[in-house]
């Protein structure tokens, strides 16, 4: 394997963070895990995507995992969506597997899709 390649796969599982503070206008595409402590108005692409506590999103989320600590407003489209205890969502969930954790405040329209 080459140095292109190497990294190459590690950019592709690599991790990325919006901090706390930070706020991004218009659609964010990350390959590898995302992690949003700050805000975001628009559109979130990436391999897995995982909002914390004091992170918050309006607009679209895209990815195989979702995970949701803090607040979120638009659409999910995940495979696995995970609404943690602290979780404040609104608007449309679509998925393969859905947890809802107790404590959990959610105002959604929720529909499973098939496996591919």
């Known amino acids: 394997m080459d140095t ?3 990294d190459a796969a590690q ?3 690599g991790r ?4 706390v503070g930070s706020k991004l206008t218009g ?11 700050g805000h975001v108005d628009g559109k979130v692409s990436a391999d897995a ?5 004091s992170g918050s999103v309006d607009g679209e989320l895209l990815a195989a995992r979702v995970a949701i600590k ?3 407003k638009g659409k999910i489209f ?3 969506v995970s609404l943690h205890s ?7 969930i679509s998925y393969e597997t859905l947890y809802i954790e107790s404590g959990a405040q959610v105002n959604s329209t929720c529909t499973v899709k098939k496996p591919a």
């Open 86 to 92: 602290s979780a404040k969502v609104s608007g449309e």
């Open 11 to 13: 950019l592709a599982s």
């Open 27 to 37: 659609d964010l595409r990350v390959p590898g895990l995302i992690e949003l402590l």
């Open 16 to 19: 990325s963070q919006l901090i």
């Open 4 to 6: 292109k390649t190497s």
């Open 78 to 80: 995940g495979t696995s």
């Open 49 to 53: 995507i995982t909002i914390e506590e």
């Open 70 to 72: 803090g607040q979120f």
